[in-house]
């Protein structure tokens, strides 16, 4: 499909279709396709319709990330049913992707049902609107993210309880995938509300960024070509695999471990100061890991030594 944009639409190896940008050389969502990797990934594995059951209150999530729509309409087509209300606020450079998307919506599928609210939001940058039993506030974040964490904007946006961590990937967008991003976002979060990130990348460069930073994280599950991916969070007990001395002592002998610090991509190993740094956080206390690696176990799995 030819188009004015540096978009094209693609078709995968499912059968199913997806945006490709020619600038960076990337497909969104190559494995499983854009509804059913946003499904597992960013909905299932983060437990986000339960999560937002359980809460007693406005459930804030924050869509880094938002290119092509499909992982923000996912989760709106997956919490139809929960009767309360949902704050999705996302964040782009530019809409360029999300424009090019809707102009393509048939073939992409996974609109279907929300394109009127979609105009909206690229109109006005904010939509209100009721989705099945749940009423939703949806608001546009467009400029360089990296920066709008600096600054005072970022002061006033609503905690979140889930951030979906979904940008180009580092070798094409490394901007978005230094340690301050990092270190910034969680340094926005509530210690007091309880925050999971899942995103798919499994670099080691970028787990060691999400450590020093403060979250936890632990190994995500896989999906279509990914045999893993990472979730990371600010309370041990929402990460289900927590990584352990065994992976720090792979990222001590990783060619590729120390974060960017500067967004421009390149490899390197640990630094002997982000190992060190390393070794002290919470997570790598081998009690507290057994415990939360023991309590997600499956029941008829026999408890082991640690």
């Known amino acids: 499909m030819s188009s004015p944009y540096a978009y094209k639409i693609v078709q995968l190896r499912n059968g199913s279709h997806s945006v490709h940008s020619v600038e960076h050389g990337e497909t969104m ?22 999560r937002q059951r359980e809460l007693d209150g406005e459930f804030v999530i924050w869509d880094v990330g938002l290119g092509a729509a499909a992982n923000a309409l996912t989760v709106l087509r997956a919490s139809r049913d ?7 606020v996302s964040f782009e450079h530019t809409l360029e992707p999300l424009r090019f998307a809707l102009a393509s919506s048939q073939a992409l599928g996974y609109f279907d049902g929300y394109e009127l609210v979609v105009e909206r939001l690229l109109a006005e940058g904010r939509v209100e609107f009721q989705n099945g039993r749940q009423a939703v506030t949806w608001e546009l974040h467009v400029g360089d993210f990296p ?57 080691t460069m970028l787990r060691v960024a999400l450590l020093l930073a403060g979250f936890y994280v632990g190994s995500g599950q896989a999906t279509g070509r990914k045999e893993e991916t990472t979730i990371a969070a600010n309370l041990l007990e929402l990460v289900p695999s927590p990584l352990g001395l065994d992976w720090l002592a792979r990222a001590q002998r990783s060619g590729s471990a120390e974060p960017l610090w500067e967004p421009v991509y390149r490899q390197a190993t640990l630094k002997p100061e982000t190992l060190e740094r390393m070794r002290q956080h919470p997570q790598f206390n081998g009690a507290a890991v057994c415990s939360v690696q023991e309590k997600n176990k499956p029941a008829t799995t026999q408890p082991r030594a640690c």
Not at 147 to 162: I, K, T
Request: hydrophobic fraction near 45%; charged fraction near 15%; aromatic fraction near 8%.
């Open 147 to 203: 920066a709008l964490l600096r600054s005072a904007v970022a002061q006033q946006l609503a905690r979140p309880h889930a951030i979906i961590f979904d940008p180009w990937s580092p070798a094409k967008n490394p901007a978005m995938w230094c340690a301050p991003v990092f270190a910034g976002l969680f340094q926005l979060l509530d210690p007091s509300r309880p925050c999971v990130m899942p995103t798919y990348s499994r670099s």
């Open 29 to 50: 969502h190559p494995g499983l396709g854009p509804a059913e990797e946003a499904l597992e990934l960013y909905v299932r594995q983060p437990r986000l319709v339960e």
């Open 82 to 88: 929960v009767s309360n209300r949902l704050r999705l």
